[in-house]
């Protein structure tokens, strides 16, 4: 097990100031033009294919450091950069991984290249698992699975939404239950190839913040795919499945939920984006106070300007702490006693949304237009503590962590 360090070692600093320099010199230039266009920035996306951003390996190596700082920090650079444009980068990645967490090799091997596609022809991938009526309540999914043997392919029906990049990826990964009784132990994950008949995008919505990153409806009417799209096999499936019929026959102790120890792993991730969008908002409004005078003096001389960035830098921080902490928990195995994933998550976002908020303070009549990037990162900040959880289910998810109890 790699000891928890909180300092990058000089490869991920070289690693760090390369996608720094990419955030800095071509996300941070196209920000507010995506923003205001409001669609998937592919120029933008096919650069970052182009020196290796946008790709499994780079996202890979980051995934396997052993000591669990690299995706935080990958995640941290890219969304201190621009947020919507970040996510558009992202997005595959966070579909990948639930090929690569629950995939055999062949089908890692078969459809995570189809999600990236080439330097020359990027290609984008979708993850979908909300729908209409079950967004906190992940277990309540509508959308079914049924096998059809004869054929050996799998019929998928149901409605997703907030999908990201859903409708123009050209994988979609979509979880569909199985077996209605079971909930959320009756779920399973599945591949749709591209250009299968019977999945087409819904609406397309017009969003508060993170504007660059595309998220719509994706409708899946009788969509056949082959039997081998399910990932993990069918035979795992089934195993899964009569474990889950016996301890509900049996009224057996109630396991752990594979889904939420997987969450537990990937919320770091949104913390580290939350991190980012905030010390850049930071930033900006700490050179804003030195700059600006007023009274004859640089605003940042008044201990009510001095103190409110005191309190942001040090809420930064601590975010990333608690970020590299659970990441560096989920790459080593490490039980998440007191759901330190969901602790992660939640006050990162909690936190990102705060900074954004004192940043327009700061800057005044100028935080409030679209001169200033703060005003945008505010309004991107706001998904933090709804995507991957809303904030309530972060503290949910503690609460009932160290309780033991189901509390509501
Ligand atoms: C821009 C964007 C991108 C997204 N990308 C994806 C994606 O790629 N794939 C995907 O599958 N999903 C995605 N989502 C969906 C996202 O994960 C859901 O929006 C989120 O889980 C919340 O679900 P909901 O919107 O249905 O809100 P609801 O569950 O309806 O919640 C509404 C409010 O009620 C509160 N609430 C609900 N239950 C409780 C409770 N038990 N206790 C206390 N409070 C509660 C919530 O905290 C929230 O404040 C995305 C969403 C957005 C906005």
Not at 105 to 113: A, D, K, S, V
Not at 164 to 181: F, K, L, P, Q, Y
Not at 392 to 405: D, K, M, N, W
Request: glycine share 10%; with cysteine; charged share 25%.
């Amino acid at each position: 097990m790699a000891e928890f360090i909180m300092e990058l070692n000089d490869e991920q600093k070289e690693v760090r100031d390369w996608i720094h320099g990419f955030a800095a010199d071509v996300m941070r230039p196209a920000a507010a033009e995506w923003d205001e266009r409001e669609e998937t920035p592919w120029p933008v996306i096919q650069e970052a294919a182009k020196i290796g951003i946008y790709s499994l390996d780079f996202y890979a190596q980051q995934y396997f450091d052993p000591t669990g700082l690299g995706i935080p920090m990958a995640m941290e650079e890219l969304f201190w950069g621009d947020a919507g444009i970040a996510l558009s980068i992202v997005g595959t990645g966070l579909a990948a991984v639930g090929v690569l967490a629950n995939g055999t090799e062949e089908q890692i091997g078969t459809w995570i290249p189809q999600m990236y596609g080439t330097p020359d022809d990027v290609k984008v991938a979708a993850f979908c698992s909300s729908e209409p009526d079950a967004g906190s309540d992940v277990a309540s999914l509508r959308t079914r699975a049924v096998y059809d043997e004869a054929k050996d392919e799998w019929v998928l029906n149901g409605t997703k939404t907030w999908a990201t990049n859903g409708g123009i990826a050209n994988v979609h990964v979509v979880v569909a239950s199985v077996d209605a009784e079971l909930g959320s132990k009756g779920h399973a994950s599945f591949i749709v190839p591209p250009h299968t008949p019977g999945l087409s995008q819904g609406q397309k919505f017009q969003k508060h913040g993170i504007r660059a990153s595309h998220t719509a409806e994706v409708v899946l009417e009788d969509v056949r795919i082959p039997g081998s799209c399910l990932l993990g096999g069918k035979d795992k499936l089934d195993e899964r499945l009569a474990r889950a019929r016996e301890r509900a026959r049996s009224g057996g102790e109630r396991v752990k939920n594979a889904a939420m120890a997987t969450f537990e792993a990937s919320r770091p991730a949104v913390g580290a984006m939350a991190v980012g969008t905030a010390r850049a908002a930071y930033e900006e409004a700490l050179e804003y106070a030195k700059t600006r005078e007023q009274f004859g003096r640089p605003i940042i001389d008044n201990q009510g300007v001095a103190f409110q960035l005191a309190d942001m830098r040090t809420s930064i921080d601590a975010a990333r702490l608690l970020v590299w902490r659970a990441s560096w928990m989920a790459v080593n195995g490490k039980p998440f006693t007191a759901a330190e994933g969901s602790q992660s998550k939640l006050f990162a976002s909690e936190t990102a949304k705060k900074v954004t908020a004192q940043a327009i303070q700061i800057l005044g009549g100028n935080g409030f237009t679209r001169e200033y990037p703060v005003e945008r990162m505010h309004r991107d900040a706001a998904i933090y503590t709804i995507f991957e959880g809303t904030s309530e289910i972060q503290r949910l998810v503690i609460a009932r962590t160290l309780s033991g109890l189901p509390i509501r």
